[in-house]
C-alpha cells in the first residue's frame, strides 16, 4: 500500500522553508527520499533509520517518528535547484521492496 | 562509472508488437526492479528481483514479463503491448531491496499507438 506524501505540491519563494510528510499506514524500520527533476531520474536523497534519527543533506534534512509511522522532509531556506518532486519510500520490515508514495511537487520561484 | 544503463530511451510502436526494455548495472547489485511512472500515480512497482532467477511480482506486473538469468541484466518484456503501457520506465538496481539506495536509469518512454 502506498504511503501518503502531503502536500501533493507546493510553490515556495526562494528562501523560504518547506516541510514534505510522508505518512505509513504499517510500522516503519527506515524511509528513503529521493527528488526527481522533470524528465531525469530520481536522486536518492537520505536514508532515514528508526529512532527518531535526523539526518542532512546540504540545508534539507529529515526526522523518523517510529510511533506515529511518519517522516518529514524539511527544505530551509530554499534555492532554485530545490525545485522537483520528492518521493518517500517506507520500509515496512526486513526485506520487502520499497513502496514509494505519489510525490510532492515542490517549485521554487525567484 | 557506477550506472544504471537503459536501453532503448524513447520508443514508439503500435498495439501487439512485442518488445523489450534492456536493463543493465554494473555495480553487482542483487537487487533490481522496474517502475513506471505516470502523471499523479508516482513510482509504481512492476517487477522486483533478489537475485538471479528470483523474480516477483510488484504492483502492477499484468501485461509485462521479466527474466534475471544473469545478475547484471533485468530485462522488461511486454508480449503484446496496448495503449494503456504507454509510460514512463524506470529500472533500479540495489544492494538491498529497502536497506540501501535505489540506482536508477535513466528512463525509458514508450508509446505504445
Known amino acids: 500500500q502506498q504511503p501518503v506524501q502531503s502536500p501533493q505540491a507546493v510553490i515556495l519563494r526562494e528562501g523560504e522553508d518547506a516541510v514534505i510528510n510522508c505518512s505509513s499506514s504499517?510500522?516503519?524500520?527506515?524511509v528513503h527520499w529521493y527528488r526527481q527533476k522533470h524528465g531525469e531520474a530520481p536522486i536518492f536523497l537520505m536514508i532515514l533509520l528508526k529512532g527518531g534519527e535526523q539526518k542532512g543533506h546540504d540545508k534539507i534534512s529529515a526526522s523518523f517518528n517510529e510511533k506515529k509511522q511518519q517522516s518529514s522532509l524539511y527544505l530551509t531556506a530554499s534555492q532554485l535547484s530545490y525545485s522537483g518532486t520528492y518521493f518517500c519510500g517506507p520500509r515496512n520490515s526486513g526485506n520487502t521492496p520499497l513502496v514509494f508514495g505519489k510525490g510532492t511537487r515542490l517549485s521554487v520561484i525567484a | 562509472e557506477a550506472q544504471v544503463t537503459q536501453n532503448p530511451r524513447y520508443l514508439i510502436t503500435v498495439t501487439g508488437k512485442k518488445l523489450t526494455v534492456t536493463c543493465s548495472q554494473n555495480?553487482?547489485?542483487?537487487?533490481m526492479s522496474w517502475y513506471r511512472q505516470d502523471p499523479g500515480l508516482g513510482l509504481r512497482q512492476i517487477y522486483y528481483?533478489?537475485?538471479?532467477?528470483?523474480?516477483d511480482k510488484g504492483d502492477v506486473p499484468e501485461g509485462y514479463k521479466v527474466s534475471r538469468k544473469e545478475k547484471r541484466n533485468f530485462p522488461l518484456i511486454l508480449e503484446s503491448p496496448s495503449p494503456n503501457q504507454t509510460s514512463l520506465y524506470f529500472c533500479?538496481?540495489?544492494?538491498?531491496?529497502?536497506?540501501?539506495?535505489?540506482?536508477f536509469g535513466d528512463g525509458t518512454r514508450l508509446s505504445i499507438l
Open positions: 504499517k510500522a516503519l524500520y527506515s
Open positions: 555495480m553487482n547489485h542483487e537487487y
Open positions: 528481483s533478489m537475485n538471479v532467477e528470483v523474480t
Open positions: 533500479a538496481s540495489s544492494a538491498h531491496p529497502s536497506g540501501a539506495p535505489q540506482h
